[in-house]
């Protein structure tokens, strides 16, 4: 088995519910391929970097995933593609897949335990 990051953004104007549902679907298409989810983190409503199809926000979500073989990759791939919803995706292979937080989630988690008010 090989291990993946799959991380994508969803249009900022659909409810948040759409985006469990897309993060089910990607889940549902994984255990189609005899893989697993290792971890899934939602980032949550971030500003791109440019304009993507005139969205300037996004809803991130990462993915850890183990699976075997390209051609799941391909067919989750390929799936994302039709979606209306994912504006943007990017599948990198990892040797490992951490249980740790990631560096965005600590950052995010960092921003909300701060004070409010309070300037760094």
């Known amino acids: 088995m090989a291990f993946y990051e799959l991380t994508y ?4 104007d659909v409810p948040t519910t759409q985006v469990e549902v897309v993060a089910g679907k990607v889940a549902d298409l994984v255990k189609k391929h005899k893989g697993k989810v290792v971890k899934t983190e939602q980032w949550g409503l971030r500003t791109l970097a440019y304009p993507i199809n005139k969205h300037r926000k996004g809803y991130y979500t990462m993915a850890g995933l183990s699976l ?3 051609e799941a990759i391909n ?19 990892v040797d490992d897949i951490s249980k740790e937080p990631s560096a965005m989630l600590k950052a995010k988690n960092r ?3 701060a004070e409010p008010g309070a300037t760094a």
């Open 75 to 93: 067919d989750i791939e390929y799936q994302l593609k039709l979606s209306d919803d994912v504006v943007r995706f990017m599948t990198i292979k």
């Open 111 to 113: 921003m909300d335990d």
């Open 68 to 70: 075997s073989g390209q």
């Open 9 to 12: 953004i969803i249009r900022p």
